[in-house]
Antibody
Framework: EVQLQQSGPELRRPGSSVKLSCKAS????????MHWVKHRPEHGLEWIGW????????KYAQKFQSKATLTADTSSNTAYMQLSSLTSEDTATYFC?????????????WGQGVMVTVSS | DIVLTQSPALAVSLGQRATISCKTN??????????MHWYQQKPGQQPKLLIY???NLASGIPARFSGRGSGTDFTLTIDPVEADDTATYYC?????????FGGGTKLELK
């Protein structure tokens, strides 16, 4: 059974950074691109970027180019996203999501989400 | 960027039909496929895939859900609506290996 297990909630000060994890089970992360999505109830879902865990290639939405850094550790079958220079605008729930194939572009499995709160 | 526009809310009665629309500012068709997908998200949960490539029902999704459309106009239909269907529904496009979501439509019961 495919599962994406994300790390627990985070509380950070403005200006700091946070690294979120997404551990895959039931498949090898090198076989699929992993995407990250931001959710704020008043803003809906925002696509952040993807990583190809096989070779480390990444692509980011322009808005998140200097905010997010995606990495992956194939030995632990885990994807990571680091968010830097945190502000209150980064307070949100972040999801990792597996993309089925590049030919289709939809997300068939999602992590449960991790809440990041940025507050002084 | 391809922009997806959804109405913010829709209220329907139990047992009736709900039709949720999604309009794009660019054509998301390519070589016979429409790169439009639909998700359901309930509060505190992750999104769940309902429909992929405009009209294909995802695994485990009841046939009450259906999708149609092409080009720049797409709809998700739920017929008949059940109480468990109250949620926010998002469309998402993946044309040209770019990914954007609509703003979401919150489905409520009358």
């Amino acid at each position: 059974e495919v599962q994406l297990q994300q790390s627990g909630p985070e509380l950070r000060r403005p200006g700091s950074s946070v690294k979120l994890s997404c551990k895959a089970s039931g498949y090898s992360i090198t076989d699929y691109l992993m995407h990250w999505v931001k959710h704020r109830p008043e803003h809906g879902l925002e696509w952040i970027g993807w990583i190809d865990p096989e070779d480390g290639e990444t692509k980011y939405a322009q808005k998140f180019q200097s905010k997010a850094t995606l990495t992956a550790d194939t030995s632990s079958n885990t994807a990571y996203m680091q968010l830097s220079s945190l502000t209150s605008e980064d307070t949100a729930t972040y999801f990792c999501a597996r993309m089925y194939t590049t030919d289709t572009g939809y997300f068939d499995y999602w992590g449960q989400g991790v809440m990041v709160t940025v507050s002084s | 960027d391809i922009v997806l526009t959804q109405s913010p809310a829709l209220a329907v009665s139990l047992g009736q039909r709900a039709t949720i629309s999604c309009k794009t500012n660019q054509n998301v068709d390519y070589y016979g496929n429409s790169y439009m997908h639909w998700y359901q998200q309930k509060p505190g949960q992750q999104p769940k895939l309902l429909i992929y490539l405009a009209s294909n029902l995802a695994s485990g999704i009841p046939a009450r859900f259906s999708g149609r459309g092409s080009g720049t106009d797409f709809t998700l239909t739920i017929d008949p609506v059940e109480a468990d269907d109250t949620a926010t529904y998002y469309c998402q496009q993946s044309r040209n290996l770019t990914w954007t979501f609509g703003g979401g439509t919150k489905l409520e019961l009358k």
